[in-house]
């Protein structure tokens, strides 16, 4: 597999992934069915084998690839966790100068809808920056869309994190790396924690811990306004929650 990585700056990075066994390649290892490409973006993670988070993207179609939509934080690791899963098969990853945009109105040509939410919006790749002026983390918060280094960390499960509803997840696709932990907590178990927006009286920051009659409850992540999304011990999060001196509550 050749791996060929620049530094960059941007706020997103597009890998190009190509190869005859791509879609194969790509199939047995994310969490999402890769044959979704023909109907558009594929968001999609891949885990560790213990089904924790390792990268969120978006797969992209095009007619001699497929192009992975992923932050520039997280670029060269997974660039190089593709590699490690290779083995023989007929794949190259390569990053490219391509530039993402997005944007609520006016979808340019050959532009994607965010599979996500419509309410995102549409994606857009290219030579130029065509973003609009938008209020993603209002946007974010108000339909509980998390977002890499907010949300989503090395410690995070999927489901918690709301995959099902952003179609981020398919379970009836097959094997994928961290299949069983996924299917296991999707059929065996109900969710005791995970993301939720709250409402918030007075002033807390993203990081605070959240507590309820004392106890861990908690953590405060992205705040927009009065609203903002949390990680919450559902058990402990069904009144008023302390964070610092403002009160924090669920809310639908």
């Not at 670029?75 to 990053?95: E, N, T």
Request: glycine share 10%; with cysteine; hydrophobic share 40%.
């Amino acid at each position: 597999m050749e791996i060929h990585m620049e530094n960059t700056s941007t706020e997103r990075v597009v890998l190009k992934i190509s190869g005859s066994e791509r879609q194969s390649f790509l199939q047995g290892l994310v969490t999402n069915d890769v044959n979704g490409l023909k109907d558009g973006l594929v968001y999609s993670a891949l885990l560790t084998p213990q089904g924790k988070y390792l990268a969120d993207f978006f797969l992209v179609p095009t007619d001699d690839a497929i192009l992975l939509d992923v932050s520039a934080d997280l670029a060269q690791g997974l660039a190089q966790r593709l590699s490690m899963y290779k083995l023989r098969a007929d794949v190259a990853v390569k990053q490219t100068a391509l530039i993402v945009s997005r944007g609520l109105t006016d979808a340019p040509e050959g532009s994607f809808s965010d599979p996500r939410n419509v309410a995102m919006g549409w994606r857009a790749y290219g030579s130029e920056d065509r973003s609009q002026d938008v209020d993603w983390n209002a946007l974010r918060v108000a339909h509980l869309i998390p977002e890499t280094g907010e949300e989503l960390h090395g410690d995070s499960y999927i489901l918690e994190c709301g995959f099902e509803q952003l179609n981020g997840v398919d379970f009836k696709k097959g094997c994928y790396v961290g299949q069983e932990i996924i299917a296991r907590m999707k059929h065996k178990t109900e969710l005791r924690k995970g993301l939720a927006r709250v409402e918030i009286d007075g002033d807390a920051a993203a990081g605070t811990e959240l507590t309820s009659n004392g106890k861990a409850a908690g953590m405060l992540h992205t705040v927009s306004g009065d609203k903002g999304i949390a990680y919450l011990r559902f058990d402990r999060a069904q009144g008023d929650m302390a964070a610092g001196d403002a009160i924090v509550r669920m809310v639908g």
